[in-house]
């Protein structure tokens, strides 16, 4: 069956350390995948979009790999601060009738 | 200041009754869609429409109906069919229907049973 799963539902890192997020999928073969980010009651927010024939992709201190042999992608925020703490989505395309499925979300704490 | 405007921020059903989520945006983008959130879930989709007076059932359409009689608008009809409606609804929007475009999200409508 198709699945996308994202490594832990809650992730606590200390203040200034790397965080490291997971998204694997199963049965899928798509040729984009995003990240989200989400605070408590709001929307989600569009981070990054990273291309199946890209391996890595940066922005200020975010950056995403994606590997499709795989079958993961991961994202990293660098010198993490208190207000990186939010959910973190990732989201990718499939051909079965949806636009996109998106994973169940990481939800990160960045402890001062 | 170009946006997703999604209302009310919480609403409440009563049994039998049905109940609309407003969704607006003025982003002049063409594809606009709808997601439930459940906790410890992804977003699943509802109904999404790629151009005014179209639109597509998704994975979960089964109790809901949308209309898009307007390209900036788009609200979603809870119907009295649908048993367990309790969610947060997302509302977002795309420049065009296609699986490279970020999709831009409205901050919610969280409904409850009374």
């Known amino acids: 069956s198709q699945k996308i799963e994202q490594n832990s539902e809650a992730l606590n890192i200390q203040e200034g350390k790397t965080a490291t997020l997971t998204c694997n999928y199963t049965?899928?073969?798509?040729?984009?995948l995003q990240w989200y980010r989400q605070d408590p009651g709001r929307g989600p927010v569009f981070l990054l979009l990273?291309?199946?024939?890209?391996k890595e992709k940066r922005k200020e201190r975010l950056k995403v790999t994606f590997d499709t042999t795989l079958k993961q992608s991961l994202f990293h925020i660098t010198a993490s601060q208190p207000a990186d703490s939010a959910t973190y989505l990732c989201?990718?395309?499939?051909?079965?009738?949806?636009?996109?499925?998106f994973g169940p979300g990481t939800r990160l704490s960045v402890l001062p | 200041d170009g946006g997703i405007t999604q209302s009310p921020k919480y609403l409440f059903r009563k049994e039998g009754q049905n109940v609309t989520l407003s969704c607006e945006q003025n982003?002049?983008?063409?594809?606009m869609y709808w997601y439930r959130q459940d906790p410890g879930q992804g977003l699943r989709l509802i109904y999404y429409?790629?151009?005014?007076?179209?639109?597509q059932k998704g994975d979960i359409a089964e109790g809901y109906s949308v209309s898009r009689e307007k390209k900036e608008s788009f609200p979603l009809t809870v119907t009295s069919a649908q048993k367990n409606p309790t969610a947060f609804y997302l509302c977002?929007?795309?420049?065009?229907?296609?699986?490279?475009?970020?999709?831009?999200f409205g901050d919610g409508t969280r409904l409850s049973i009374l």
């Open positions: 990273i291309r199946e024939n890209e």
């Open positions: 982003l002049n983008h063409d594809a």
């Open positions: 429409s790629q151009i005014v007076n179209d639109f």
């Open positions: 049965n899928y073969s798509p040729a984009y």
């Open positions: 977002a929007s795309s420049i065009q229907d296609s699986i490279n475009q970020p999709q831009h």
């Open positions: 989201a990718l395309d499939t051909i079965y009738g949806q636009n996109f499925v």
